[in-house]
């Protein structure tokens, strides 16, 4: 509440974005001498309002004027980013202020959908547009920065206001919806051409609404906007489009809906809810939705309960429309009418199955009633009304008139709409305002930036943005973004660090303990305990995980890798080694529990043993990108093992040498999903650090996209594309030459360059199981002979680097699983292209909740005499369990890489 000498605004200071809250004014004298007699309400002076907001240069207008004594604001997801915000209401000569705070939303949700014309202003009201216009839906959002929106445009069959999904079921103007991700402010937009849906006309004139002889000289649209992952709708308001075949009909004249003009109803409450009185005194408020009818107690017959007593056992009957299997929240309420004030006595969860819906037992305790008293009226008699909340409700547009001699709108100079579909991005620098650099206050998004980037120079996991993180900082900018460097953090910077960490995985499947004691990471014993003296040399405390920084790094060791293009990783070939592995037990050492990670690596011909290529990349990549010194000379760096304490066929490199307090237990993890945190920029803006996200820096704008040097124009483009060189790395570590065989036992086959076999004599060589998978793809018999079948390769070609890669382009996603070339160069589905990958390769996991192959029991005989069906956890490979396949790549990485080589190859 808010005061001046002589009005006072009421109202909540602290309005939840999203959620319409109601404001009015009151005249202190008023509160002051409740006894005055209340003045004519045509005697008062009108009430008039508007919303303020803090810039940098001051207040400025903030929305449009309001009037009225009660008037609704909702405050959208942008409200967050305003330095001040303030309502004003003014009422003949006197004025006041309320400075409200609006608080962050519990729920995602979309609260409308307007609709805008080419020009970015909102369709009036009734105005008919041309089928020659273009539309703009645009969805306003609360807590859901990154989510994709769905966009769908229809035609209206339904009779009156409102839609109804059943009636314009096939009235769906465009067949795929169009994406929008939801930007800092809460936004989403998509353009509708409508010249471009031919068919629009045709859709609309197949189906009439009921009673109607033809479609009329206007057809009505509307928009949806649905949350792509969890399925809430929103819809705008109709619009007319006058429908270019129509020949009027004299002696009749259609009706047409009157737009989205709502019904008197009692005033609604402040967070637009349905309620529903149970007591003769309760609060009434109707669905602004329209999907909750209504909800009343009831007995065990279905009778309607109009009082009860204290201790009653009754049932909520809710009735509601189109909300099979939607969650709502169900409450009661007591309401003190002379307090103004409501008391929560009751609240549950529950999902509504059809129409009818019943809460069974809830019982009116002794304690809800004493929980509403307050010494008032109700000490004796108790009003009650019950609420019910959904979220995924489906809301309409304004009807839009579009006819043949409607005249297009006049698109304003600058703003074309083509413009309009691919809007430039505006260019924002804060200047360094906002900017995080070395005058920034210690934060844990800082601790974040030093950890995800410690293979940019290498650093410690500390919260403070020191010498070493600006050194970083400018590193990962030269390096990777391909942007000047500043060694400051802007939102660029940030959204940077994102892509990085998606484009580069780190397989825990091979980090984790081989003893089979343990669970993968020691049992966090002998803490404080050593092997002689108190140093962290000889700590026997095993560690819940591998240190973050640690794993962070080998990140950024692969894309040095790529970028200097003489080798390429192998695998992590000794991670967690807790006081029962092999090898603690041949000599006990405690670098590995958790402080240590061992590596292989190739060259051209698979993996190198050479003591030569270990000193080379120790040198060039770690020395020379990571800041890694040798032996443990140094403290709070990356060490290296050198070739003469031992290290002769790998590298090894450790953080033993950091303080301790930057060796917590809060620094080590066990899984990716421990290891990845959330999105730099989620944890950003939940740090308000809103303003550092929107900055783009000093500069071009960055150009995350990876520029390998030593890229080549190759013949096959989907075999080194993003995708394919990722398959190719999990599968093969990159080698065209590497093999296995299962004959005898599994063994790998190193002694073979299959550029100088030909295709017969490898299919030769798999039928006498002298081969199994071979080359870059790993193609296993009934794999490699149907590609030799379908591609018609010739027998005598020789199985080099391009045939391989003509049987990944022309075979393995074209033919065998056609579902990822109709994503990578069509309009597939991006989930199906996931699913096909993974059921090709078995180092990919399946998305969480997919089928993967079902458990089968067979007899001795072979006789398969039972089938489980089996569900990814979201880790598992499509043949988890054959003791042959798991998973390294995860869902999320295969997605990013889908994409990214979806868009590189437009």
């Known amino acids: 509440m808010s005061e001046n000498k002589n009005l006072i605004i009421i109202g909540s200071d602290k309005p939840v974005i999203g959620t319409k809250e109601m404001y009015s004014v009151s005249s202190v004298n008023d509160w002051l001498d409740p006894l005055k007699l209340i003045k004519n309400p045509l005697q008062v002076p009108k009430t008039h309002w508007e919303v303020m907001v803090e810039t940098k240069t001051g207040w400025r207008k903030g929305g449009s004027d309001k009037e009225g004594q ?7 997801q942008k409200s967050l980013f305003h330095k001040g915000i303030k309502i004003i209401a003014r009422q003949g000569e006197f004025d006041a202020e309320l400075i409200v705070h609006p608080q962050r939303a519990k729920e995602p949700k979309i609260t409308r959908v307007e609709l805008l014309d080419a020009n970015y202003k909102a ?15 645009r969805a306003y959002c609360v807590e859901m920065f990154g989510m994709n929106i769905a966009f769908t445009l229809w035609e209206d069959d339904a009779q009156g206001e409102g839609h109804n999904a059943k009636v314009n079921a096939l009235n769906k103007i465009n067949p795929a919806p169009i994406l929008s991700r939801v930007n800092e402010k809460g936004v989403a937009e998509a353009v509708f051409r409508l010249p471009f849906y031919t068919m629009a006309v045709l859709i609309a004139n197949a189906q009439t609404a009921s009673g109607d002889k033809n479609e009329g000289a206007t057809h009505e649209y509307y928009v949806t906007a649905d949350i792509v ?3 809430i709708q929103k819809a705008s308001l109709n619009v007319n489009v006058v429908n270019p075949t129509h020949n009027p009909e004299p002696p009749r004249k259609r009706e047409f809906p009157k737009g989205n003009t709502p019904s008197s109803e009692k005033p609604k409450p402040q967070n637009n809810s349905s309620k529903f009185p149970v007591t ?4 009434k408020s109707d669905d602004p939705q329209g999907k909750i009818l209504s909800a009343e107690f009831v007995d065990n017959n279905g009778n309607r309960l109009h009082s009860l007593k204290v201790g009653t056992t009754v049932r909520i009957k809710i009735v509601a429309k189109e909300m099979k299997d939607k969650k709502v929240k169900v409450k009661i309420w007591e309401e003190d009418n002379i307090k103004w004030t409501n008391d929560l006595i009751f609240e549950k969860d529950c999902i509504l199955i059809g129409d009818n819906n019943y809460i069974n037992n809830v019982q009116l305790t002794k304690q809800m009633f004493n929980k509403a008293k307050d010494g008032g009226s109700d000490s004796a008699r108790q009003d009650y009304f019950i609420e019910v909340i959904h979220h995924d409700t489906s809301v309409t547009s304004e009807v839009m008139p579009v006819n043949e001699d409607a005249e297009p709108t006049k698109v304003e100079s600058g703003r074309s709409p083509a413009i309009v579909r691919e809007p430039k991005p505006e260019k924002r620098n804060c200047g360094g305002k906002y900017c995080i650099d070395k005058s920034s206050a210690p934060s844990e998004l800082m601790r974040e930036i030093n950890i995800r980037l410690a293979g940019f120079g290498g650093n410690v996991p500390t919260d403070r943005f020191t010498d070493r993180t600006e050194k970083m900082i400018k590193q990962f900018q030269r390096d990777y973004m391909k942007v000047p460097e500043t060694g400051k953090v802007c939102g660029n910077v940030l959204k940077a660090i994102d892509e990085f960490q998606s484009k580069f995985t780190v397989d825990f499947t091979e980090i984790k303990c081989k003893c089979k004691k343990c669970t993968g990471f020691g049992d966090g014993t002998n803490k404080g305990k050593y092997l002689k003296d108190k140093k962290e040399a000889y700590h026997r405390y095993e560690y819940p995980g591998i240190h973050r920084s640690l ?7 692969k894309f040095y890798l790529r970028k200097d293009g003489r080798f390429g990783f192998n695998k992590v070939n000794s991670g967690y080694r807790c006081r029962f592995h092999e090898e603690y037990l041949k000599k006990p050492t405690t670098n590995h529990m958790g402080k240590a990670l061992d590596l292989h690596f190739n060259d051209k011909n698979g993996r190198t043993k050479k003591t030569s290529d270990m000193e080379t990349i120790r040198e060039d990549i770690f020395h020379k990108y990571l800041g890694a ?8 760096i990356f060490n290296l093992e050198s070739t003469e304490k031992g290290a002769k066929t790998w590298v090894h490199y450790d953080v033993r040498e950091f303080d301790h307090s930057f060796l917590e237990d809060k620094f080590f993890v066990k899984t990716l999903q421990e290891l990845n945190g959330k999105s730099i920029v989620a944890l950003a803006l939940e740090l308000n650090y809103s303003n550092t996200c929107k900055c783009i820096g000093e500069g071009i704008v960055a150009n995350t996209k990876e520029k390998d040097t030593t890229k080549k124009s190759y013949k096959y483009k989907w075999a080194h594309s993003e995708f394919g060189n990722l398959i190719a790395m999990r599968e093969s570590s990159d080698n065209y030459n590497k093999c296995n065989k299962t004959k005898g036992g599994f063994k790998e086959v190193n002694n073979l360059n299959l550029a100088d076999l030909t295709v017969e004599e490898i299919q030769e060589k798999q039928k006498n199981r002298d081969l199994f998978a071979v080359g870059r793809y790993q193609l296993i018999p009934i794999t490699f002979n149907d590609a030799i079948s379908n591609l018609k390769l010739n027998l005598n070609d020789k199985m080099d680097k391009d045939k391989q890669d003509e049987i990944f382009d022309e075979y393995l996603i074209k033919i065998k699983r056609p579902k990822i070339i109709s994503y990578l160069e069509g309009n597939g589905n991006l989930e199906d292209a996931m699913y096909s990958a993974a059921q090709e390769w078995a180092s990919i996991a399946v998305e969480k909740g997919k089928r ?6 067979k ?3 072979g006789n398969v005499i039972s089938r489980e069906a089996r569900f990814s956890d979201g880790t598992d490979s499509y043949y988890q369990g054959d003791g042959l396949n798991q998973a390294h790549i995860m869902p999320e990485q295969i997605k990013n890489v889908l994409i990214n080589s979806k868009n590189a190859n437009k």
Do not use: C, M, Q
């Open 629 to 636: 010194k040798w032996d443990w000379k140094e403290r709070n």
């Open 859 to 861: 007899d001795k005989k």
């Open 70 to 76: 009660t008037i609704p604001f909702t405050f959208g």
């Open 229 to 231: 992952s969890k399925h």
């Open 123 to 137: 369709i009036p009201k009734g105005k008919k547009l041309s089928y020659k216009d273009t539309i703009i839906a």
């Open 551 to 557: 794993l962070s790094s080998i990140r950024a060791v």
């Open 852 to 857: 993967i192959s079902d458990k089968v029991t």
């Open 280 to 283: 003769t005194g309760g609060k």
